[in-house]
């Protein structure tokens, strides 16, 4: 007879609900031990924590844990979408508010496309959004080099295979030509690495602008660029599932710019 898993959380996801790292920095940390429980240092990450135990970060006891908050917010072109970047090139997360708590981000948008990218602060929420069985629906307003016709993405409702990566059919429709550029909408459930770009370029079409402007139930609609907006918590409730403690009202907020976010 299995043993019955002890109460609480494991310690990693304590320390990433309580804003002071993912769970895999927070992996790392207690490693080096850094991380105190009921004030012993604790070298393992298997271990589980009730709120009724004191859990310290070097030295300091962390803040209680935060309910769970989701925030869309407005991508330009321009910003890649990871904490710190190899190049130097700037970042979402450093041209979000002071304000802001640390945030992870739902999926990712490339450098040149813009839109809808969800920011939130739960790892659970993040996992549940990105996990492919949920097949939540993105769209995607998207601008072509080209004259297509309907019938040029005929092979994307089929699906396609490109360079031995297999995309799973789109809904795609034409929306209008304008003078060498073409509009259309795309819809679909995966989000692979550039896989609109990818299977237009196989079509013999260059994506020059991408814009998400849906994730699942939630929507760009007219929030303006580097606009971060937080989500109602009863929208969170009703969508997702979810019993966040509290409700915070939407607050629109113009991220900085040329400034990093300390931390």
Do not use: C
């Not at 898993?5 to 895999?24: E, M, Q, T």
């Not at 130097?88 to 490339?110: K, Q």
């Not at 995309?167 to 909408?185: C, E, F, H, K």
């Amino acid at each position: 007879m299995a043993k019955p898993s002890p109460p609480g959380d494991r310690i990693a996801k304590v320390l990433a609900r309580a804003g002071v790292a993912s769970r895999r920095e927070a992996e790392r940390m207690i490693e080096a031990g850094r991380v105190a429980v009921n004030g012993k240092v604790i070298d393992s990450p298997a271990l589980n924590v009730t709120g009724q135990d004191q859990v310290a970060v070097d030295g300091t006891a962390i803040a209680a844990a935060e309910a769970p908050r989701l925030w869309r917010y407005h991508k330009p072109a321009g910003l890649v979408t990871t904490e710190r970047d190899e190049k130097g090139r700037p970042t979402v997360f450093a041209a979000l508010p002071e304000e802001m708590p640390r945030v992870l981000s739902v999926g990712r948008l490339d450098i040149a496309s813009e839109g809808l990218l969800l920011l939130t602060n739960d790892g659970a929420i993040k996992r549940r959004l990105e996990l492919p069985a949920t097949g939540w629906l993105r769209k995607y307003r998207v601008r072509l080099k080209g004259t297509p016709t309907e019938e040029t993405f005929a092979p994307l409702r089929e699906g396609i295979t490109v360079e031995g990566i297999r995309y799973q059919p789109m809904t795609v429709s034409l929306d209008r030509q304008q003078g060498a550029n073409a509009w259309i909408t795309v819809a679909l459930r995966e989000g692979k690495n550039r896989e609109i770009r990818r299977a237009m370029e196989a079509l013999g079409l260059s994506v020059n602008r991408l814009i998400r402007i849906s994730y699942g139930p939630f929507r760009l609609g007219d929030l303006k660029p580097s606009a971060v907006e937080e989500v109602r918590a009863r929208v969170l409730r009703d969508q997702l599932g979810l019993e966040p403690h509290g409700e915070a009202k939407p607050r629109p907020q113009r991220a900085k710019t040329g400034k990093k976010r300390k931390g």
